[in-house]
């Protein structure tokens, strides 16, 4: 039996802050990814853990590369450990 992927926090929070500072809803994102909007909202609220071919195509649908997506999870997650 597999092990079932827990929801990550940081990745939440940062896919939800991109999409904002970009100015995009959720629906547009969700569109551009090929997602339903509900389940771009499971991940955003962090209720949800991600494929890592769905984290590539919300990275796209961001304009971002998945390095770059990589480097504003990790630079987020290095932010929270800092408080």
Do not use: C, N
């Not at 092990?3 to 896919?15: F, G």
Request: charged content about 25%.
């Amino acid at each position: 039996m597999g092990r079932t992927a827990q929801p990550e926090p940081v990745l939440a929070a940062t896919l939800r802050s991109l999409r904002e500072q970009k100015g995009l809803t959720r629906e547009k994102t969700a569109f551009r990814a090929g997602l339903t909007t509900g389940a771009l909202a499971r991940i955003e609220l962090g209720q949800s853990a991600p494929a890592f071919d769905t984290v590539r195509r919300i990275g796209g649908a961001l304009g971002m590369t998945l390095v770059e997506l990589v480097v504003a999870i990790e630079a987020e997650r290095t932010t929270d450990d800092a408080i």
